[in-house]
């Protein structure tokens, strides 16, 4: 009887499920792939299980690879490397949670990787590091926690981040990144440090934009922006600021638009804004009741929305009765209502 016991414990680890089930990065997946030059036709490879993609496109025309709305919970080292060819990656509504360092390794022409509405969760450093390309797209996500560095050396024209789960900002994240456009809006930012974006390399003869729409930022520090000298876009419409604080431009030369609206402020005065020239200043439904003449140096004063009292108002209209092309300042209406 004891023999018997023995012989089944020792055979039946390999009689049950002894064929094992075939699984990879890709399984069952259908990937489409396109050529840039309009001659081709768009073609679908069905990947039935694999770990890497390489092998099925660098034969073919493939410098635009869609893989969208399938199952891929996890991206490997060397799963998405070595696509010499590709220069639009689009990995979207995959269910990604996971992105492994190595995994983008050898795309030297890649120019867009989207990697949007997924179920990635944090960014760790070295996933991205080196990547030169235009855009890259982390967007509808669940990312909550990003690595030291974990953008550092990345060479980018836009990066959006847009409707994550980003509580805090940390200057270090893009140490030597150069990033034109960063698009941070929607997610829970409270507060921005101090020398914010001063780590992150400007690339010569060009001027950053940054996207903190709808995010819960409260106020703006001092010396927030210093580092960087010229800004095409600041965007913190839909926050919920009160005040900006003293010194807050500091280090800034310019601003061609500053976007305030939809927020909670009740002053704004020249000692804030400082000798930074802003050509466009958007402050639209805050809790404005007057805004000093001595703040009216740049093109655009948009304030639509806001409680100005009359009085206010004929302080403007003193002041453009004393200047020239007053127009820019959108005040009709306002005066309209105070005749």
């Known amino acids: 009887m004891f023999l018997l016991y023995a012989s089944i414990a020792l055979i039946a680890p390999y009689s049950i499920g002894c064929k094992p089930s075939k699984s990879g990065v890709f399984d069952n997946v259908t990937v489409l792939i396109k050529g840039l030059d309009k001659t081709t036709t768009e073609d679908s490879i069905l990947i039935e299980f694999d770990d890497s993609l390489s ?15 399938q199952f891929i919970p996890k991206l ?16 979207a509504g995959n269910g990604i949670r996971e992105i492994q360092q190595g995994t983008f390794q050898n795309l030297p022409n890649l120019k867009v990787l989207n990697l949007s509405r997924n179920s990635i969760e944090e960014v760790r450093i070295g996933i991205f590091t080196d990547l030169r390309m235009h855009d890259l797209y982390l967007d509808h996500n669940k990312i909550s926690r990003i690595g030291y560095k974990a953008f550092s050396k990345l060479h980018l024209k836009n990066l959006f981040l847009r409707n994550n789960r980003i509580s805090r900002w ?59 000298s010229t800004y095409d876009r600041i965007v913190l419409d839909g926050n919920s600021m009160d005040r900006l604080a003293p010194g807050v431009f500091d280090g800034v030369r310019r601003v061609n638009v500053l976007n305030l609206n939809n927020n909670s402020l009740s002053e704004v005065n020249a000692d804030v804004l400082g000798t930074v020239q802003i050509d466009v200043l958007m402050l639209e439904d805050n809790k404005l009741r007057c805004l000093s003449t001595d703040i009216f140096r740049m093109e655009e004063l948009d304030i639509d929305g806001n409680p100005i009292s009359c009085f206010c108002v004929k302080t403007w209209l003193d002041w453009r009765d004393r200047h020239s092309n007053p127009s820019i300042y959108h005040i009709t209406n306002l005066e309209e209502e105070c005749i």
């Open 55 to 69: 092998k099925y496109l660098n034969n073919k025309p493939s410098e635009i690879v869609i893989i969208r709305n």
């Open 76 to 91: 490997e080292t060397n799963s998405v490397a070595d696509l010499t060819k590709v220069q639009n990656l689009t990995l």
């Open 170 to 228: 940390s200057k270090d994240w893009f140490a030597d990144s150069s990033v034109l456009v960063l698009d941070m809006g929607y997610n829970l930012i409270e507060e921005l440090p101090p020398n914010a974006f001063h780590l992150m390399s400007k690339p010569a003869n060009n001027s950053m934009s940054i996207i903190f729409t709808g995010n819960q930022v409260k106020k703006l520090n001092s010396h927030v922006f210093s580092g960087v």
